[in-house]
Nanobody, 125 residues
Framework: VQLQAYGGGLVQAGGSLRLSCVVSGRTIRNKVMGWFRQVSGEEREFVAA????????YVKDSVKGRFTISGDNAKNTVYLQMNSLRPEDTATYYC???????????????????WGQGTQVTVSS
């Protein structure tokens, strides 16, 4: 199973980016996909998750109204649309796939089975 995340870059505050995570070797249908981010020296933190069987999504409070997670089962791809970016959103963003992740665990990195390599997002002020 491989997860390939891309779409990061350098953007000014207030700008937008769309991250993509393409999964190969496993269908994402009926799985949970998550996005996490990590700043060097800090713990990896939850950003958003989606249940691909019913489309329900969950996002971190600090990004609500700015970030949207979505998925395309046919393309085996999950997206993270990030608008109104702030300098504090600067981090390496990782996508993850959970085989049997339950709702109460979606914010925990250990609940996911496979991870992408990360894509850097840098927001300048």
């Amino acid at each position: 199973v491989q997860l390939q995340a891309y779409g990061g870059g350098l953007v000014q505050a207030g700008g937008s980016l769309r991250l993509s995570c393409v999964v190969s070797g496993r269908t994402i249908r009926n799985k949970v996909m998550g996005w996490f981010r990590q700043v060097s020296g800090e713990e990896r933190e939850f950003v958003a998750a989606i249940f691909l069987n019913n489309g329900r999504t969950y996002v971190k409070d600090s990004v609500k109204g700015r970030f949207t997670i979505s998925g395309d089962n046919a393309k085996n791809t999950v997206y993270l649309q990030m608008n109104s970016l702030r300098p504090e959103d600067t981090a390496t963003y990782y996508c993850a796939l959970g085989e049997g992740t339950i709702l109460s665990s979606i914010r925990e990195p250990r609940a996911y089975d496979y991870w992408g390599q990360g894509t850097q997002v840098t927001v300048s002020s």
